[in-house]
Structures are given as structure tokens and as C-alpha cells.
């Protein structure tokens, strides 16, 4: 039955094609279904976060692949935004050196694929895109040059360095979450006058580049001679979750890490998993993961963006569902930890068990299923995947100032760092 299954849900979702939400927002997100595949980081290193500092040689790769193959008539634009992702109150003067908007001319489409598809793909700054100011930016790009047919929208950051930042990942000082959560402790260093901390600057933690997750801190614990400090006993704690689930389809020619069955005819490419199971109870298991990353790899080809194959992955979660109103979820990075119509599981019953196939490039796959309750309005991932203090987890800390008289934040401090290793960008 679960052979069958593949061919059914990806003929379902073809049908959608058609729909779009006419309402851009400032969050990573897309609007067509038949777009997939949505990649932005630092050129200098694959799938990192996209930061990049102001007036460098630094860039940002922006790409995503359009399953309707053949070309379209692709614009993006990119807007200024505020600590809290609000569009800033300024003039695109003001943070642009260049145009508005630009066309997206760089395209190729795949090729020796059973699933066609083009990719598309551009490099910021360019000659017509060119941000003057650092700070919180979203590029939006769009349908034929009309903003009202929105397309991708996609969070990238500018880093006018002026400040460092220190920090270090501990234990929870809640006694009762010291076995579950980990906790953030920063020091801002700055060696320019900051006249009121309490209302200039924000500080913003978050796990895993997962913005569900963000922590915003307005006042520190502490002022020092050329120092913030934010080291509150009830502040920046995060579930220490677990390590990812993983599965790797590099290659579809043999049946790789958590890969049970391929199928595979000339209109489809069809991969299931090994059956996965709750992770609550027992003691913490330590594995290697990308903390929830994943990456387009194909070892059958000799070009990942164009010849890696378009897969219905079958997910399967054998557990009782954890309270009678929800719904589950399969998330990573691959969708920005969101949920959808596209990543829902179904729940057979009489097996105590979800399933549900997921549309996704060849590649490299970390994954965690998430419980939606709708009483009381909160994802999680603990009936799961349980939480443990142990896990490795990686942080971003973002500092924003906003000098007394100006009209926008300005990113000026920013670092990666995890439990284990130090990781600055």
C-alpha cells in the first residue's frame, strides 16, 4: 500500500500548480508550489547563514529551481527591515546605492532528469542591486514585474561590523529544565558610546537558523564600561531538543543512510525510509548532524544544481498520536521549520502510525517531526523527539543599534557559535 501511495500524493500535488497566496510577507517563505528548492548563504560557504559584510568582496548565492520547467518571467526586489522584520520606515534611497528591482536572467534547466525543472539563480550585490546600509533585508521575488504576484520571499542580512560579541552555551539555571534546555550567555564589547542601551540596542538569539525559535533581548543584565551584559537566570533558554534525524539519496543507484526502498520509472523517482520511531524515553543517543541543514548533492551526475532528481520521499512515524487535537509534521531547514499542507503527516489509526510523502531535491537530509496542538496553538517537537540538554546545537546572536536620530537598526555585531565547537560565520 505504501508503494502505492508515492505516484498519488505527487499527481495531488501537481494539481495545486495554480494556487498563490497574493500577500508578501518579510518571512523565508514560498508562494507557488510548483517552486522548490530555495537556497541562500554565503557564497564563501555552502548553506551558511546568509551574512555577509557590508562594502566587501562578500556575496550571497540566492537559487531555487521552478518545476514547471521551461523559463518565466522571474523579478526581485529587496527591502530594509527592522530588528523584528517590520519594513523599515525609510526611503529605498536610503539603503539602496543602485535600482529597485532587477530580472532574473540566470537560468539553466536540468538535464538527464526524469522530472524536468529550471534553475535559477543570482549573486548579491550585483551591478543592479546594491545595499548601502547594513541591517535586515528580505528579497522578494515576483511574476512578470507585478508585486502582487509574489513568488519567494527570503531573510538576508548585512553586517556593519562595530561591535564583538562573546558567548558561551550552558546549562539551564532552572533547576527543573537543567536536564532539558540549554542556555545563552552574550557580552556585547563596543568601543563606541552607547547612550541608552535599554532603547537602542537589540539583541536576538536563535537556534539552529530556525526563526521560530528567535529570542529578542532589549535590556541587559548588566552595563559596563564599554560592555553589555546578558546573563538574566530567566533569559535565552532553548530546548536542547535532539540530534536530527538524517537520510542520505546521493545516490539513487543503491539504498544509502536510512533509505529502505527506491522506486524509480520514467515519469518518477520514488525513495522510502526505514520507519522511524519516538525518541522520548531512554537515554540521550549522540550522533552527528548538520543541525538540521541539508544539502543538494547528486554522485550519479557531475552537476548537483541541474541533474540531481526530484524525489517523493515516503516519511513514516510510528507513534500515538500525543493529544486527540493536532496535527504532525515533518521539518528542517529544507522548509524553514514550517508547517504545511506539503510537509502534514496523515495518521493511520488502526496502525499508530503518520505517513506522508514530501517532494525534495537529491541530496543530503537532516529532519525532526514536530506536533502541532491546536488548543493551545504551540509546535514542538518534544512528544517526538524529546529534549535533552546533551544535544549539540548551534546559535546565532544578532546585535542591532539604532543611533539616537535615526529611522533604521543597523546590524552591527553578529556570531555563530555552538555547544561544542566555535564557529564564527
Not at 81 to 94: F, G
Not at 357 to 374: S, T
Amino acid at each position: 500500500m505504501q508503494k502505492i501511495l508515492f505516484p498519488i500524493l505527487f499527481f495531488i500535488s501537481t494539481l495545486a500548480f495554480a494556487q498563490n497566496d497574493k500577500t508578501f510577507t518579510n518571512e523565508n517563505k514560498i508562494y507557488l508550489p510548483n517552486i522548490k528548492t530555495v537556497l541562500c548563504y554565503n557564497s564563501n560557504k555552502e548553506q551558511s547563514l546568509p551574512v555577509i559584510m557590508l562594502n566587501s568582496s562578500e556575496t550571497i548565492t540566492f537559487s531555487f529551481d521552478d518545476l514547471l520547467a521551461g523559463t518565466q518571467n522571474y523579478w526581485y526586489t529587496i527591502e530594509h527591515c527592522t530588528a523584528e522584520w517590520e519594513t523599515s520606515k525609510i526611503s529605498s534611497i536610503d539603503y539602496l546605492g543602485s535600482f529597485n528591482d532587477d530580472r532574473i536572467i540566470n537560468y539553466r534547466y536540468s538535464s538527464n532528469t526524469t522530472r524536468k525543472y529550471t534553475h535559477y539563480e543570482i549573486s548579491l550585490p550585483n551591478s543592479q542591486i546594491q545595499p548601502k546600509i547594513g541591517g535586515n533585508y528580505v528579497l522578494k521575488a515576483y511574476l512578470d514585474g507585478d508585486k502582487n504576484k509574489p513568488v519567494i520571499s527570503q531573510r538576508f542580512y548585512i553586517l556593519d561590523s562595530q561591535v564583538a560579541v562573546a558567548a558561551e552555551v550552558t546549562n539551564s539555571m532552572q533547576v527543573e529544565n537543567r536536564n532539558y534546555k540549554q542556555k545563552i550567555n552574550f557580552t556585547i564589547n563596543h568601543a563606541f558610546p552607547i547612550p541608552n542601551p535599554y532603547q537602542d540596542v537589540k539583541a536576538v538569539v536563535m537556534q539552529n537558523f530556525n526563526a521560530n525559535t528567535i529570542q529578542v533581548n532589549t535590556k541587559p543584565s548588566f552595563v559596563r564600561p564599554n560592555q553589555l551584559v546578558y546573563n538574566d537566570l530567566n533569559t535565552n533558554d532553548f530546548w536542547g531538543d535532539n540530534e536530527f534525524r538524517k537520510f542520505d539519496t546521493r545516490s539513487l543507484r543503491y539504498k544509502a543512510d536510512n533509505v529502505k526502498d527506491i522506486y524509480r520509472d520514467n515519469q518518477s523517482v520514488n525513495v522510502m525510509l526505514f520507519q522511524d520511531a519516538t525518541r522520548t524515553v531512554g537515554a540521550f543517543a549522540n550522533q552527528y548532524d548538520e543541525n538540521g541543514n541539508f544539502f543538494i548533492r547528486n554522485t550519479d551526475g557531475r552537476d548537483d544544481k541541474t541533474e540531481a532528481e526530484y524525489m517523493s520521499v515516503l516519511f513514516t512515524l510510528n507513534a500515538p498520536a500525543p493529544s486527540p487535537n493536532g496535527d504532525a509534521y515533518v521539518i528542517g531547514r529544507f522548509n524553514n521549520y514550517t508547517m504545511s499542507n506539503e510537509n502534514k503527516l496523515l495518521y493511520d489509526v488502526n496502525r499508530k502510525q503518520f505517513y506522508g510523502n514530501v517532494i525534495l531535491k537529491q541530496g543530503l537530509y537532516d529532519y525532526e517531526f514536530a506536533w502541532f496542538n491546536k488548543d493551545t496553538k504551540v509546535m514542538e517537537t518534544k512528544p517526538f523527539e524529546g529534549a535533552f540538554f546533551q544535544t549539540e546545537n548551534s546559535y546565532q546572536i544578532f546585535v542591532y543599534y539604532r543611533r539616537p536620530g535615526a529611522r533604521w537598526d543597523t546590524l552591527v555585531g553578529y556570531t555563530n557559535l555552538s555547544n561544542k565547537v566555535s564557529d564564527r560565520r
